[in-house]
């Protein structure tokens, strides 16, 4: 079923949301690599070829690239950006098992062994459920990867404070519906602030959540970042946005469990910005992720 945006708020300069999307969205080569498992996942590359570090984004749950709209070409006249679509989201295939942690890493791990230069070092950059990818698969490169980013992680074992329960976006739901759940979800999860959810937030939401395979919640609630930290080696630094909803006020807990496994953890919080940081605080998440990566070794 055909999904209707006509609700969705259009540009300051009258473009839709969609045609935005696809103009930032032209300006990367789009590939999609072999995941091992007979399915194909999606990447967006920036700056291919310019010789720059590499630094791959892994989204958040129910996401896709497009949770990185506002950092893609900034973050590129520093790095050659590799944006992936996970596994059973955005444009790629699913895993095997869409609710086993494992199943999603194993295919990303096939994508990136075909995508990237080998033996060449990277850094990633994980928000949400990509923080918890990650960290899987920083057990399986520990080698190449200089550093992780976690942005407001999932997958941790700590407190979480109770709020409204999210609505199922359904495809058959009136336009005026649509834009008005998906307004409500990205005001309870991924912004602070009700005045930054625009167009093309309201649009992400619509069409990223509706076709959504991989059940990124359950492994979320199964605590599966915590399970894996152990074992982690590679170097990690924290981005937070102050009213992180996933974290908000409990993030000393987090900065806790990251300490208690690398005791020099630094944890960057930027102030006023809520779970979907890297989107309502652009330009300061940018220019922070920037600072971290220029210090990494």
């Known amino acids: 079923m055909e999904l209707d945006y006509s609700a969705v708020p259009r540009m300051p300069d009258g473009r839709t949301a969609a045609e935005h999307i696809q103009e930032i969205e032209s300006t990367a080569r789009a590939v999609r690599m072999p995941m091992g498992n007979g399915g194909r996942m999606m990447w967006h590359i920036w700056g291919e070829g310019s010789g720059k570090p590499i630094l791959l984004l892994f989204h958040g749950g129910s996401g896709s ?16 950006v590799y944006a992936a679509d996970m596994p059973g989201l955005g444009d790629s295939d699913p895993p095997d098992d869409v609710r086993d942690i494992w199943s999603v890493t194993h295919c990303v791990q096939a994508a990136m062994q075909e995508l990237l230069p080998p033996e060449e070092k990277f850094a990633i950059t994980g928000f949400s ?53 998906a307004r409500r979800n990205l005001e309870i999860l991924m912004l602070h602030d009700p005045a930054k959810v625009d167009g093309v937030a309201i649009h992400m939401q619509i069409m990223n959540t509706t076709r959504a395979k991989t059940r990124s919640r359950d492994m979320g609630q199964a605590f599966k970042l915590s399970e894996v930290l152990p074992r982690v080696k590679v170097p990690l630094t924290g981005i937070w946005g102050e009213f992180d909803s996933t974290t908000y006020p ?6 806790d469990l990251f300490r208690l496994r690398q005791p020099d953890f630094e944890m960057n919080v930027i102030p006023g910005a809520g779970h979907w940081v890297a989107y309502e605080a652009a330009d300061a998440f940018n220019a922070k992720l920037i600072d971290i990566l220029g210090r990494t070794p």
């Open 65 to 80: 690239w497009i949770h990185w709209i506002r950092n893609v070409q900034p973050l590129a006249q520093h790095f050659t």
């Open 129 to 181: 459920f990509g923080g918890m990818v990650a960290g899987h698969i920083a057990v399986l490169f520990s080698q190449r990867i200089r550093r992780i980013v976690m942005v407001g992680a999932g997958g941790l074992k700590a407190t979480r404070k109770p709020g409204p329960k999210l609505r199922k976006l359904l495809p058959e739901m009136p336009a005026e519906t649509l834009a008005a759940e």
């Open 250 to 255: 409990h993030i000393q807990e987090r900065i």
